[in-house]
């Protein structure tokens, strides 16, 4: 645009100058350049099978969605794991490093402010309001910007309201998904949605084979956001059951079903989670959740949106802390469970499902590297880690419940061996679960590092492994001067417990 | 004594078995066992880095073979039939291929095992003759890819090989001598010649059973398909069978032949006319190289000694060794602090003293332990629950059919067959002897599909699972789905229905019990099921002691089994 190169006064006048004219065509043809201002991060992801390495940084450009007080609605994703985030303006181009003012990974949001004063980046752009109104069939708009600065918006349509997965394994929302055409740019990670000016989400991916998208919707964003203004993020509530579906006849009859309609098995419960916690078994069956009758898929009837998973009903809208009914059937005869909902944090499950911001806890000692187990560790061994990634520590993550009921807060391993004079004789030990160390047993690194910390009489330590090579022996003094080697060497930290 | 191979582990070798129903380079997919090769590695590292082996002089060695009668090599042809562990009841891909043989005494022609595995006809043929002569096997040994073979007609041994004088069996040859491989490879329909030298002697996986480790010799003479169970030359005289190899994509000039010590020791043990099979330790033992390790255990700094790591319960020093107890030797050959002894000169893995035992056999062990010397003596035995990982011939598959339900015991050919990824199932297959699994449950049952009807419709999304329970019966053995089904078994209060309650599987299936039946019927005859059930009894539940006692006749247990563990939520929600 040629006024780009214009002072501030004249950009401001040819602007307005733009605008006064037409104000109605403008407010159908909402100007994205006008709400939406371009998110420059740099990421840069812990390294796993090195935890005192981090990868290489690696640029990611996105654009958010400018929200009232200043602040810029972005998916999590945008910014996982970054080491600077800075606003742009769209096109003035001035910049201001921004902070996170809130992050969500499940909900795959957050809000970014800037972290010092720089009225330029702000300069001209107004905030979006934010429309829940969207229904299937509706037109959207995907905003995005050129690199001159003009806008471009791109036309969608809502093929359907759905509920599915956004950037976590196993956490699902609501998602629009929509139907259209859209250009890479620059600035195209992730990108604001309207409908008639007015925010009703961020596209969160974009398959160019299919021309489909899925759309963060504004209801998520709206709980979001007030969850966050209240001071006190709390995130979005989870059940902790896995179901399986009902529409076997012969099972409703054996179950003492078949006289009602709908309904959802329960296979499985993460441990105190809400549902375990209220007291719901392992093969119960849901017959509704606050009065809204569950089918046998799993679905019940949405006011606006159709048939929707049972999951939106603890999803969609309701807090932590908040009280569902649960219409159940156990051993046929029908009962009513209250259940508190709660959040079960990513570090409170005896492997964590997902890590970001900060690096795997670990322990180097004279060349043993031990580390808390993850599911990120896992996944690092690449798409197909289910069958390369060491199978005992992967059957550990699917069935943890024998490692939690031994005690342990987390799943202490010894992930490999430097070969150092300490180590000597242990080098191709590697993948095994730590039991005991000097005869304590492990239920986190931090018990681990304490029990280095404590040298035994003879000033051997003792490690002690679930399976081959079951004991391992090292000398304290000739660890302790290897761990002084390795740092010259490079390893900047050997442990990380927080 | 090595650690428990990983599950479905690719071997990268391969038999040298010229089948024409398997295609050479379909074999070879696995990537290299090696790292690659350097283009300017020196022509023998292996010599060069150990100047104290003693390597003689190629010309030492006589490398003619005109005393070997060529008549004594022979041409083994078979046609073969594979059983089908994913259609059970199917008869299977028939196929033909050929190997080698060689006379080595009356009417006894020795060969590899693989040559003659899941066969249904052998023939053999001189190098000089069109006659095929009837064959058939009279021992066989898996677990060391050795076979004994023999014409079914006295009279035509007696008339085709007339005055045709057996192979002698010598001895171990040095590295660095000549060989001679003689056989009937792929190239060609009569007889080859190739010639090479001993680059290698060492332990090494054998392919076939695809579990065990014996004594192998490398070679780099061209040992190709249909070399398969070929004698082997050095001065007139076998030293060793041609066997496995590698396919040219991964290593070079590598052959392996099976050395004198595991033939002699295979055709001691079928003197008896029964095979007995290998013995094993079921150890795993750690070297105890660390100076700390040393102390800890309060042992002398004089470089012996190996530590115990685990002993599994089943195998032969179940109960005798214990972790953490010290190996200082083994029938009085002083344990090396990495695991090696010294027989006849040579150093060699301490298993090797293991190898050349027969079941029954004692070894004689000189243990630390609680800082004191002991000496123990251990009775050798198979260790049985190992087998489930090992490659299955000669049997057909094993299984049981029940409205299109699918049930059949877990073993390596079954896992590849279904190509099974389900994680508490592959659990079941890799701790099967680590965890002991076996004593709870002998035979581990897996419903491996369902075959698709009207009543069963909405259990296929469960295949692949581990079944715990049938009407209320506990299944350890595939014969107890059988009986479980076929009668009048039932969960409590559930006389109507059948009830297969699945490993770390909340939800029951549930079938009908008059539908089902119906069921069974019909599915038979649609899906083309000539037979629904093929049950034998394993070879575990022979063994004494294994097992916990069962209980007497289980009757139909509370209404529900509590399943161990469970599996991965796939469709966690909420």
């Known amino acids: 645009m040629f006024f780009q190169k214009l002072s501030f006064p004249a950009f401001l006048v040819a602007l307005l100058f733009c605008v006064t004219p037409v104000p109605c065509s403008a407010q159908q043809k909402a100007a994205p350049e006008k709400s939406i201002i371009r998110v420059n991060a740099t990421l840069q992801d812990y390294s796993f099978l090195r935890p005192w390495e981090k990868g290489a940084p690696t640029p990611r450009r996105g654009l958010g969605a400018v929200l009232k007080g200043n602040r810029v609605l972005i998916t999590a994703e945008m ?3 970054s080491t600077f985030v800075e606003l742009e303006h769209p096109s003035n181009g001035a910049r201001v490093p921004a902070r996170i003012a809130g992050i969500d990974y499940e909900a795959n949001l957050a809000v970014l402010e800037p972290a010092e004063a720089n009225s330029k980046v702000f300069e001209g752009l107004e905030a979006l309001e934010i429309d829940e109104s969207v229904v299937a069939g509706d037109t959207l708009n995907v905003w995005q910007v050129e690199d001159n600065g003009d806008g471009v918006s791109t036309d969608v349509e809502v093929l359907r309201v759905d509920v599915g997965r956004y950037y976590i394994p196993g956490s699902v929302f609501l998602l629009y998904q929509v139907k259209g055409s859209l250009q890479a740019r620059v600035n195209s990670f992730t990108l604001p949605v309207v409908k008639n000016g007015k925010l009703v989400g961020m596209l969160l991916s974009y398959s160019s084979k299919e021309q489909t998208a899925g759309v963060l919707p504004a209801p998520v964003i709206n709980t979001f956001l007030a969850d966050l203004d209240d001071g006190d993020y709390q995130g979005f509530p989870n059940l902790g059951i896995s179901i399986a579906q009902t529409l076997d006849e012969t099972l409703r009859e054996f179950s003492g079903i078949d006289k009602v309609e709908g309904g959802i098995f329960v296979r499985e419960l993460a441990k105190d989670g809400s549902a375990d916690k209220a007291g719901i078994l392992k093969g119960d069956v849901i017959l509704s959740i606050n009065g809204q009758p569950i089918d046998a898929r799993g679905n019940y009837s949405h006011p606006k949106y159709g ?7 603890v999803r969609g809208g309701a807090k932590v802390g908040d009280k569902i009914k649960l219409e159940i059937v156990r051993d046929a005869k029908p009962m009513t469970i209250d259940v508190e909902l709660t959040r079960k944090l990513p570090e409170d499950h005896l492997i964590d499902p997902y890590m970001f911001d900060r690096g795997p806890k670990y322990v180097i000692f004279g060349g043993l590297i031990f580390q808390e187990l993850t599911l990120p560790y896992l996944e690092s061994w690449g798409e197909e880690w289910t069958t390369r990634a060491p199978f005992k520590l992967v059957h550990a993550n699917a069935e943890p419940h024998a490692y939690e009921e031994e005690g342990r807060e987390k799943l202490v391993f010894l992930s490999s061996v430097l070969k150092t004079p300490s180590t000597l004789g242990y080098e191709a030990v590697n993948s095994v679960i730590v039991t005991k160390v000097n005869g304590t047993f492990i239920k986190n690194i931090k018990d681990l590092a304490k029990a280095f910390a404590e040298v035994p009489g003879d000033g051997l330590h003792t490690i002690e492994f679930d399976e081959y090579p079951k004991v391992i022996y090292v000398d304290d003094r000739a660890s302790r001067l290897v761990n002084q080697q390795l740092i010259q060497y490079g390893i900047g930290l050997l442990e990380r417990l927080e | 004594m090595n650690p428990p191979l990983p599950p479905l582990s690719r071997i990268a070798l391969i038999s040298l078995l010229a089948a024409s129903t398997i295609p050479w380079n379909a074999v070879s997919q696995q990537k290299p066992a090696f790292g690659p090769l350097l283009k300017n590695a020196p022509a023998a590292p292996a010599a060069a880095a150990e100047p104290v082996v003693d390597i003689p ?28 562990y994913r259609v059970p009841w199917n008869v299977g891909g028939m196929g033909s291929g050929n190997g080698t043989g060689f006379l080595v005494g009356p009417n006894r022609f020795l060969t590899n095992a693989h040559v003659v ?24 040994a898996h677990d060391c890819d050795l076979a004994l073979l023999e014409l079914e007609s006295d009279i035509d041994f007696e008339t085709g090989f007339k005055g045709v004088q057996p192979l002698f069996i010598g001895g171990t040859p040095k590295l660095n001598t000549t060989v001679i491989v003689v056989g009937y490879p792929i190239g060609g329909e009569r007889i080859s010649v190739t010639r090479g030298v001993v680059s290698r002697i060492d332990f090494r996986a054998y392919s076939h059973s695809g579990v065990d480790n014996h004594l192998a010799i490398q070679i780099d003479a061209a040992i190709n398909p249909g070399n398969s169970g070929g004698p082997v030359l050095q001065n007139n005289q076998v030293v060793g069978v041609a066997f496995q190899g590698y396919s040219g994509n991964v290593a070079q000039n590598t052959g392996y032949m099976i050395p004198v010590p595991v033939i002699e020791r295979f055709l001691k043990d079928v003197e008896d006319g029964n095979y007995d099979h290998y013995v094993d330790m079921a150890t795993s033992v750690i070297s105890i190289l660390n100076p700390a390790q040393r102390r800890a255990l309060a042992l002398p700094n004089d470089g012996i000694g190996v530590m115990v790591a685990e002993a599994d319960a089943a195998g032969s020093a179940g109960g005798v060794l214990k972790t953490k107890d010290v190996l200082l030797s083994i029938d009085g050959h002083p344990i090396a602090s990495d695991g090696f002894i010294e027989i006849e000169g040579e150093r060699v893995d301490l298993n090797e003293i293991i190898e050349r035992k027969f079941a029954g056999d004692t070894v004689n062990l000189e243990i630390w332990r609680d800082e004191k010397r002991e000496e123990i003596t251990i009775t050798l035995k198979r260790f049985i629950p190992y087998l489930i990982q090992s490659e299955q011939y000669d049997r057909l598959p094993n299984f049981v059919l029940f409205a299109g339900l699918q049930f059949q015991p877990l073993d390596r050919s079954m896992m590849v067959a279904h190509n099974i990824s389900e994680l508490s199932t592959r659990y079941f297959y890799s701790y099967y002897g680590p965890d002991e699994i076996y004593r709870e449950r002998p035979q581990v049952i897996v419903l491996t599909d369902v075959l698709p009807d009207s009543t069963n419709t909405h259990l296929q999304t469960f295949i692949h699972r581990v079944v715990d329970s049938i009407n209320g019966k506990k299944i350890t053995l595939l014969q107890d789905v059988y009986d479980a089904l076929h009668g009048d078994l039932h969960e409590d209060g559930r006389e109507a229905y059948h009830v297969v309650r699945l490993v770390g599987e909340e939800r029951p299936l549930v079938l009908k019990r008059k539908d089902a039946a119906v069921a069974h019927e019909r599915i038979k005859s649609q899906y083309n099921v000539g037979f629904d059930h093929f049950i034998e009894v394993p070879e575990i539940i022979k063994e004494e002691g294994l097992i916990k006692p069962l209980e007497p006749d289980a009757a139909p247990a509370e209404k529900k089994d509590e399943p161990a563990a469970d599996a991965a939520p796939k469709d966690k929600a909420a």
Do not use: W
């Open chain 2, 117 to 140: 595995s899941d066969t249904r006809l052998i023939y053999i043929k001189k190098v000089n003759d069109p006659k095929p002569y009837k064959a058939r096997v009279v021992n066989v």
């Open chain 2, 57 to 84: 002089p190629p010309e030492s060695v006589q490398t003619d073979i005109s005393e070997i009668s060529l008549d004594a090599i022979v041409r083994v042809e078979v046609d073969t039939k594979q059983p089908n």
């Open chain 1, 79 to 81: 910014c996982v794991n």
């Open chain 1, 307 to 313: 048939k929707l998973s049972f999951s939106h009903l």
